[in-house]
């Protein structure tokens, strides 16, 4: 004779130990799914990095070029990948684009399946260097972009620097600029040959000398309006700034 006992024939306590034996052989093959899922994912992602360098290069995105032309960075990638279609340089291809002129950054990627990915970031241009060499472009560190040969209409918006020392005569325009913004003036030019003149955006000359040029302006800020408020006089075209206790004013004949 056999017996057929059923599981709600059974005592609360075994119910309870077989529950918990289901429990937790249910989480014991979630874990082992979970296991296998990520050793897929881990062998997948292992043989899609290898398999990229096997496919040849089919398409090539560029993100950022505004002042390189693409001609130029066509030439350079086609150099590279002359050589090789499927195992470019990307160091190579790196150092070739941020020797051009205007390139400051560059990022550059393989992505799948078949595109090398490139990001340019360009210098901005923020003012004109005239030295001894002639006159270039600089960026926002002071570093000499390109010569200028031809000025276009945005080259000629920019300030106009000249002297030696373009870190030194950016960072002056540019502490100069500020205090001049305050009071709602603005500089087109500073030339330091060692005397250092800034020029206003109307045309007022302001000799400084050759050091603490700071102080100079303050003093000039301090007395400008009263100078050229309400004065029935020709207009001013320049004030000397290099005495210790005041300033000559020379105004237009």
């Given at each position: 004779?056999?017996?057929?006992?059923?599981?709600?024939?059974?005592?609360?306590?075994?119910?309870?130990?077989?529950?918990?034996?289901?429990?937790?052989?249910?989480?014991?093959?979630?874990?082992?799914?979970?296991?296998?899922?990520?050793?897929?994912?881990?062998?997948?992602?292992?043989?899609?990095?290898?398999?990229?360098?096997?496919?040849?290069?089919?398409?090539?995105?560029?993100?950022?070029?505004?002042?390189?032309?693409?001609?130029?960075?066509?030439?350079?990638?086609?150099?590279?990948?002359?050589?090789?279609?499927?195992?470019?340089?990307?160091?190579?291809?790196?150092?070739?684009?941020?020797?051009?002129?205007?390139?400051?950054?560059?990022?550059?990627?393989?992505?799948?399946?078949?595109?090398?990915?490139?990001?340019?970031?360009?210098?901005?241009?923020?003012?004109?260097?005239?030295?001894?060499?002639?006159?270039?472009?600089?960026?926002?560190?002071?570093?000499?972009?390109?010569?200028?040969?031809?000025?276009?209409?945005?080259?000629?918006?920019?300030?106009?620097?000249?002297?030696?020392?373009?870190v030194d005569l950016l960072q002056r325009y540019q502490r100069a600029q500020n205090e001049l913004q305050h009071k709602g003036l603005s500089a087109r030019q500073?030339?330091?040959?060692?005397?250092?003149?800034?020029?206003?955006?109307?045309?007022?000359?302001?000799?400084?000398?050759?050091?603490?040029?700071?102080?100079?302006?303050?003093?000039?800020?301090?007395?400008?309006?009263?100078?050229?408020?309400?004065?029935?006089?020709?207009?001013?075209?320049?004030?000397?700034?290099?005495?210790?206790?005041?300033?000559?004013?020379?105004?237009?004949?």
């Amino acid at each position: 004779m056999s017996l057929k006992i059923s599981p709600s024939s059974l005592p609360q306590g075994k119910k309870n130990a077989r529950q918990s034996i289901n429990s937790k052989t249910k989480s014991i093959n979630h874990l082992k799914k979970s296991l296998i899922l990520g050793i897929l994912l881990v062998i997948l992602g292992v043989l899609g990095g290898g398999l990229i360098h096997l496919i040849t290069i089919q398409r090539i995105q560029i993100e950022g070029n505004r002042q390189t032309s693409p001609d130029t960075l066509q030439s350079i990638l086609s150099d590279a990948l002359d050589h090789s279609e499927r195992f470019p340089n990307l160091s190579t291809i790196k150092t070739a684009l941020l020797a051009l002129p205007w390139v400051a950054e560059v990022e550059i990627s393989r992505r799948w399946p078949d595109i090398l990915w490139i990001r340019i970031t360009e210098h901005q241009a923020v003012a004109r260097w005239e030295s001894a060499e002639g006159l270039m472009l600089l960026s926002a560190t002071a570093l000499p972009i390109i010569p200028i040969h031809t000025l276009t209409q945005d080259m000629a918006q920019l300030p106009l620097l000249i002297g030696q020392d373009p870190v030194d005569l950016l960072q002056r325009y540019q502490r100069a600029q500020n205090e001049l913004q305050h009071k709602g003036l603005s500089a087109r030019q500073l030339r330091c040959d060692p005397t250092c003149r800034l020029t206003l955006a109307d045309g007022l000359i302001l000799v400084l000398g050759r050091e603490q040029h700071d102080q100079t302006l303050q003093r000039f800020l301090r007395v400008y309006r009263h100078l050229v408020d309400g004065q029935d006089r020709p207009p001013i075209q320049q004030i000397d700034l290099r005495y210790a206790h005041g300033f000559a004013v020379q105004r237009a004949e």
